[in-house]
């Protein structure tokens, strides 16, 4: 069993930043890929971003491609998501999710581990 824990979401106002952590702790021995997904309301979850295992291979959905940025610090089992440039439409709860494999995946039925999630909410 793996458990994550987010934090950093708030309020922001359009244009601003927030960085997101999500502390892993359990079974993190085997290490995986991780990412981040979100969901607003009335809407379906939605992959945001992945990094593998190692932390070499990183990829983003269209939407968010070079205003976010994905990290892991695998020593102190943390996964960071730096969000810069914030739209209205960023606003959802965003979650953090462990890998069942050591590359990077979109899809959310890939992910075993979810954590609780954090809102985000961008004002305009």
């Known amino acids: 069993q793996v458990q994550l824990v987010e934090s950093g979401g708030g309020l922001v106002q359009a244009g601003g930043s927030l960085r997101l952590s999500c502390a892993a702790s359990?079974?993190?021995?085997?290490?995986?890929?991780m990412g981040w997904f979100r969901q607003a309301p009335g809407k379906e979850r939605e992959f945001v971003t992945s990094?593998?295992?190692?932390?070499?291979?990183?990829n983003y959905a269209d939407s968010v491609k070079g205003r976010f940025t994905i990290s892991r610090d695998n020593a102190k089992n943390m996964l960071y998501l730096r969000m810069n440039t914030l739209k209205p439409e960023d606003t959802a709860v965003y979650y953090c999710?462990?890998?069942?494999?050591?590359?990077?995946?979109?899809?959310?039925?890939?992910?075993?581990?979810w954590g609780q999630g954090t809102q985000v909410t961008v004002s305009s």
């Open positions: 990094i593998s295992a190692g932390g070499t291979s990183t």
């Open positions: 999710a462990s890998g069942r494999y050591d590359k990077t995946s979109v899809r959310a039925d890939e992910y075993d581990y």
């Open positions: 359990g079974r993190t021995g085997s290490r995986t890929a």
